[in-house]
Each structure stands twice: as structure tokens, then as C-alpha cells.
């Protein structure tokens, strides 16, 4: 569940699960849907834009996770291990067992 406060404009400010340490960058999806997270401990996260409710961690990497690109269905992450990843996100693959 995320903690929701308001700030002084009056804009909700939700604490997303899982966020507490080695945060390097978060991203927007290009429809605004989903929001992705790159993490110090070799992995990056999906949450649900909308709800702030955590949706999956995706593992691939040897080392933290310094940053990602998202364009269309596609994220893109890069490492510390010295490897950029592509990852297709587009729902229906999503669902149906995870990311390739």
C-alpha cells in the first residue's frame, strides 16, 4: 500500500513501496500509465502510475542499475555491469509470464 500526503500546492505525493534505498532514476511511460524505477541493487521496478501500487521487479543485471529509457513498449536499462538491456513491456507479453 503507498503513502499518500498532500504537499503545499495541494498535489498528492505517494511513497512507493520497495523505494527506500539506492534509488538512480525513474521514468514515466509515454501514455503516463505506468512509472519504471532503477535500483542500486541490480534490478528495476514497474508500478502502476495510477494506484502508486507496486506491480513487478525485474532482475537481469550484475550490478546497480544506474539508468533507463523508456520509448513506446521498449525500456531501456543500464548497468554498472557494463550491459544495456532492452526490455519489451507491452502488456499482453507482460501478463503472460514476464519480460524477455
Same mark, same amino acid.
Given at each position: ?10 498535489? +498528492? ?11 538512480? +532514476?525513474?521514468?514515466? =511511460?509515454?501514455?503516463?500509465? %505506468?512509472? #519504471?524505477?532503477?535500483? +542500486?541493487?541490480?534490478? %528495476?521496478?514497474? #508500478?502502476?502510475?495510477?494506484?502508486? /501500487? /507496486? ?23 543500464? =548497468? %554498472? ?8 513491456? =507491452?502488456?499482453?507479453?507482460? %501478463? ?5
Amino acid at each position: 500500500m503507498t503513502q499518500t500526503k498532500k504537499t503545499k500546492k495541494n498535489v +498528492e505525493d505517494k511513497h512507493l513501496p520497495g523505494d527506500e534505498r539506492g534509488l538512480n +532514476e525513474v521514468r514515466y =511511460s509515454e501514455d503516463g500509465r %505506468w512509472l #519504471y524505477t532503477a535500483h +542500486e541493487h541490480r534490478d %528495476w521496478r514497474i #508500478y502502476d502510475a495510477l494506484t502508486g /501500487f /507496486f506491480v513487478k521487479v525485474v532482475n537481469g543485471h550484475d550490478d546497480t542499475v544506474s539508468c533507463l529509457s523508456v520509448r513506446g513498449n521498449k525500456v531501456c536499462t543500464g =548497468s %554498472w555491469d557494463k550491459v544495456i538491456q532492452m526490455w519489451d513491456v =507491452s502488456y499482453p507479453k507482460y %501478463w503472460e509470464g514476464g519480460l524477455t
